[in-house]
Nanobody, 125 residues
Framework: QVQLVESGGGLVQAGGSLRLSCAAS????????MGWFRQAPGKDREIVSA????????YYSDSVKGRFTISRDNTKNTVYLQMDSLKPGDTAVYYC??????????????????WGQGTQVTVSS
C-alpha cells in the first residue's frame, strides 16, 4: 500500500505563493502517477494538476494554468505543487493522490486509488 502525507499549507495573502509537498511511503512510488486535488466548502472535489510517473506528462486545470507548477522528485518520493499568484478562490483543502494505472485514465476517468489527508490553504484578500 501507499501512504501519502501533504504539507506546506497555510494562510497567505492574495498574490503570494505557497509550495505544497506530498511525501509518499512505498516501494513503488516512482511507478505511480500523482495528482493534486482541492475541495472548497460546499463544493465537489476537483482536480488541480497531475504528473505522470516519469514526469513527462502533466495536466493543469484551466483555473490554475500559468500560476501553478507540479513537479516530482522520485529519489525523495515526493511530489510538489508550486502555487504562485494565489487568489482567494484558491482557498480549499488540497489533497494529493496516487494511481499506478495509465496517466490519461487517471486524469480523465478519475481512477486515483490512494489519497492523503489534505492540507488547508487559505488565501486572504
Amino acid at each position: 500500500q501507499v501512504q501519502l502525507v501533504e504539507s506546506g499549507g497555510g494562510l497567505v495573502q492574495a498574490g503570494g505563493s505557497l509550495r505544497l509537498s506530498c511525501a509518499a511511503s512505498g516501494r513503488t512510488f516512482s511507478t505511480y502517477a500523482m495528482g493534486w486535488f482541492r475541495q472548497a466548502p460546499g463544493k465537489d472535489r476537483e482536480i488541480v494538476s497531475a504528473i505522470s510517473w516519469s514526469g513527462g506528462s502533466t495536466y493543469y486545470s484551466d483555473s490554475v494554468k500559468g500560476r501553478f507548477t507540479i513537479s516530482r522528485d522520485n529519489t525523495k518520493n515526493t511530489v510538489y505543487l508550486q502555487m504562485d499568484s494565489l487568489k482567494p478562490g484558491d482557498t480549499a483543502v488540497y489533497y494529493c493522490a496516487a494511481e499506478r494505472g495509465p496517466f490519461k485514465s487517471a486524469v480523465e476517468d478519475d481512477t486515483w486509488r490512494y489519497w492523503g489527508q489534505g492540507t488547508q490553504v487559505t488565501v486572504s484578500s
